[in-house]
């Protein structure tokens, strides 16, 4: 197989629509968002976190039949440091979960490229039709470096300001910014394969 032969699909998957993967990797956050807005109550708002995370998951089953490697590892960290919060009514958890999974995340990214071997693309390959392998590697390479520079931001935001600016920034900062970056990427995509109507539904990793 050449470097710039394209990823090929499995033909038994296929992928949610835009509105709906959406609504599975950041509907979470929002939930959470608004839970603890309307209570001020971290464990509580915690613990809807939790019921929205697997609430997800199984929405991704039930519409598609299948789950995202990268939802069901967001998920999993959900519910073990949402557990630790809501077990040891403690935010720390919470907030530290973030830095956890970026940095997680940028690892396995990391350890993929390293070993040429392509991590992305086997949890990403139907969402970028047509992309070379050189473009996976640019990308698994943007990627891992975004989600240092996110755990980094996480870590100082959460260490420095109150419950109430963390959650801002997490909805006005983390969330824009992971969009942003997913659409900047686009015109490197587009120059290794990636086609012109895959282009305009740029994949996202749940958020951390």
Do not use: C
Not at 25 to 35: E, S, T
Not at 42 to 53: D, K, Q, R, Y
Not at 110 to 129: E, H, I, N, S
């Amino acid at each position: 197989m050449t470097g710039d032969r394209a990823a090929q699909p499995s033909a038994g998957k296929r992928e949610p629509a835009a509105g709906l993967k959406l609504a599975i990797d950041l509907g979470p956050l929002l939930v959470y968002l608004l839970a603890y807005w309307a209570t001020r109550n971290i464990v509580l708002s915690t613990g809807i976190f939790m019921a929205a995370t697997l609430a997800a998951i199984v929405g991704s089953w039930i519409t598609v039949r299948r789950v995202s490697a990268m939802l069901l590892f967001s998920g999993a960290m959900v519910l073990v440091f949402g557990g630790l919060t809501v077990w040891l009514h403690d935010a720390t958890f919470i907030k530290m979960k973030p830095t956890v999974y970026y940095l997680m995340v940028a690892a396995i990214l990391g350890f993929g490229l390293f070993t040429d071997r392509p991590t992305l693309k086997l949890v990403l390959g139907q969402a970028y039709p047509g992309l070379s392998d050189l473009g996976w590697t640019k990308l698994t390479r943007n990627w891992a470096l975004f989600f240092v520079a996110m755990a980094i931001a996480n870590e100082a935001v959460w260490r420095s300001t109150s419950m109430e600016f963390w959650l801002g920034y997490k909805l006005w900062g983390a969330m824009p910014a992971t969009i942003l970056f997913a659409l900047a990427n686009v015109p490197m995509l587009m120059k290794h394969g990636l086609t012109t109507e895959k282009a305009e539904d740029a994949a996202l990793p749940p958020q951390g």
